[in-house]
């Protein structure tokens, strides 16, 4: 999934250099119309790492409904320490009495 992006990050930037070297108007023009030609361009050379990536969030889903779980075991994991940590610390917090009447 990482490749597919950086791949198509770096089509938009050939295409933006391209672009701007041309003079086509103003920056924003340029980014413009190098992300709809990015999107033709990764649309109709990047297939298989398209593929890939679509396989690999598809897996990632079917993964999370027949585990139930959420986010990754590291992340679960680690908000379960900071919730005992969270109710460590309100546990010794009593409230101050004062006894002089």
Known sequence: MVIYSVLRLAIFGV???VLYALDLGHWVVCAV???VLALLVSYLTLRGPRERAAQYLADR???RR???EQFSRAVEDDAAFEDAAVD???ADESPVRRTDG
Do not use: C, D, K, R
Request: charged content about 0%.
């Open 33 to 35: 119309i190098a992300a």
């Open 61 to 63: 889903a079917a993964h």
């Open 88 to 90: 460590a610390a309100s």
């Open 15 to 17: 295409l933006f250099a």
């Open 66 to 68: 027949a585990t139930g």
